[in-house]
């Protein structure tokens, strides 16, 4: 038997309340109470998520320095989270630059995607994919290259409330 999925990642962050509030306010998470005791840490679940927990932070003070990962050390480039619809893709994308934390967008073919930051600069993605029906050749060609997403194109497209990752990331 093997890995099925991804079911949390943990973060080393500087300061817990204003990585709390972050991940709450802008991406929905919500605190699971589970913290071990004698740990300054929060654990979190993503608004629509069935996982125990999606997120744990460790905080390790306001002294830490900032992660050099891909600069000069080895280490985890960003962690990627789905999202249903494009309308919930578009809704992310303006909490996130409302909290100056977006960086960038992209269209990776069969993936749209944006790419955001959190208050310690650790990178982070909220993709949609295009669902197993309705992926063609040219979105297949497509993962070859990084293009610019047009998210009011791909609501066109795809329809705003078309569910996404089905038959790929979720059942069918």
Do not use: C
Not at 101 to 119: E, Q
Not at 131 to 152: H, T, V, Y
Request: glycine share 12%.
């Amino acid at each position: 038997m093997g890995v099925v999925r991804l079911n949390h990642a943990v973060l080393y962050i500087s300061n817990l309340d204003r990585s709390v509030a972050f991940y709450r306010d802008v991406l929905g998470f919500r605190r699971v109470p589970m913290t071990p005791n004698g740990f300054r840490a929060a654990f979190m679940q993503a608004p629509d998520s069935t996982n125990d927990h999606d997120l744990g932070l460790f905080e390790i003070g306001e002294a830490a320095g900032p992660s050099t990962a891909g600069r000069a050390t080895v280490g985890l480039y960003h962690l990627a989270w789905e999202v249903d619809t494009l309308d919930t893709l578009e809704q992310v994308m303006a909490a996130l630059a409302n909290a100056g934390a977006l960086v960038g967008t992209s269209d990776h073919g069969s993936t749209k995607s944006l790419y955001g930051r959190d208050p310690d600069g650790l990178e982070f993605e909220v993709v949609w994919l295009i669902p197993l029906d309705l992926l063609d050749e040219s979105a297949l060609a497509a993962r070859k290259s990084i293009g610019r997403l047009d998210l009011a194109r791909e609501k066109q497209r795809y329809g705003g409330q078309t569910r996404g990752g089905v038959g790929i990331s979720v059942p069918a």
